[in-house]
């Protein structure tokens, strides 16, 4: 009975699995398919037209991310998290990664829902293989599949995020450097801020797209320090948040931004400093585990090896 209960239950499951990926897949095919609604598409939006995106400086197709948010729209009250404060975690995770699509949330949210399905229903399928498993560890499989398909994406936006942040810390001190030089040699802020960031274009792209971003919302009349603001918000680097404070001080007491820069500059390479002499300060305490697991066994193996292979002749 209890056999019974767990197959009618993982019927029940995979039905419901089932009936909701071909309801989703024929509403997403026939969205696409119609004829009446692509005709009334068109008549809403008859021209097509191009705009520009700030931050990567390509041309993109309005009417097309506007399709695209037409259909997810529709499936967003599904997938999308009813928590604003989860949303806005996901949504500042994927502006740190890269990701300023407008459907960026309601794609990832989509993608989590179908991974779940579709690695579930792979599982489900492996275990047809597998005759000797009951019911119970094939339902438990399936419900592993299902979570490692929801996860995934969490784990991959999370590595897109700290590698983005990674290379955009290890850019800012050449960033900095040219902050000093282009202060001192007479250029104003914005203007350096724009300089710098299309110097960077080729060595350090992700840093560079931020700096012609915050260039951009200073043309388009954001305030300087809101813009950079939205710089140290976007990066998540203690950083450029405290250059950020530093200069905002500047301008409020009307010291030098030059001075400033140079003295933040100097405090900085002292901090890049210190760090690197507390990192190698490690390096003994880190050497302790490869030493005892790798190097010293085959050590000794050489070392008293031939020893004891003597000893064991004499007992022979």
């Known amino acids: 009975t209890d056999g019974n209960g767990s197959r009618l239950i993982f019927v029940f499951l995979v039905a419901c699995a089932v009936f909701a990926l071909g309801l989703s897949g024929a509403y997403v095919f026939s969205a696409f ?21 700030i931050s990567t400086g390509k041309l ?23 928590n604003d404060k989860e949303a806005s975690k996901i949504q500042l995770q994927m502006v740190r990664a890269g990701i300023r699509s407008d459907t960026a949330i309601k794609t990832f949210f989509a993608l989590k829902t179908i991974g779940m399905m ?10 047809r293989w597998l005759p000797e498993l009951s ?6 499989y399936v419900c592993c599949g299902a979570m490692i398909g929801f996860i995934a994406p969490n784990m991959i936006l999370d ?14 001190p050449d960033a900095l450097d040219l902050f000093v030089v282009c202060v001192e040699a007479g250029l104003g802020l914005d203007v350096t801020i724009q300089r710098v960031g299309r110097e960077m274009e080729v ?33 998540g680097l203690d950083e450029i948040r405290g250059l950020v404070a530093l200069i905002d001080q500047s301008v409020r007491f009307g010291t030098g931004i030059a001075e400033t820069l140079r003295v933040y500059s100097e405090d900085f390479r002292d901090r890049r400093t210190q760090q690197a002499e507390e990192e190698a300060a490690k ?29 064991m002749k004499v007992f022979e």
């Open 60 to 82: 993109m197709d309005k009417n097309k991310d506007e399709h695209s948010d037409r259909y997810l729209s529709k499936l967003s009250k599904f997938v999308l998290p009813h």
């Open 33 to 53: 398919t119609n004829p009446l609604r692509r005709r009334l598409s068109g008549l809403e939006k008859p021209t097509e037209w191009k705009v520009t995106d």
């Open 159 to 172: 590595r897109m995020e700290i590698r983005r942040i990674r290379c955009i810390r290890n850019a800012f």
């Open 283 to 311: 390096i003994g305490t880190k050497l302790i585990f490869p030493l005892t697991f790798c190097i010293w066994p085959a050590f000794f193996l050489v070392a008293i090896g031939p020893a004891i292979l003597g000893i």
């Open 118 to 127: 579709v690695i579930g229903l792979v599982v489900m399928l492996i275990t």
């Open 135 to 140: 019911s119970t560890q094939i339902l438990l």
């Open 203 to 235: 060595s350090h792209p992700e840093l560079s797209a931020e700096l012609l971003l915050v260039s951009s919302e200073i043309r388009m009349g954001v305030g300087r320090i809101d813009a950079l603001r939205g710089l140290a918000l976007r990066t």
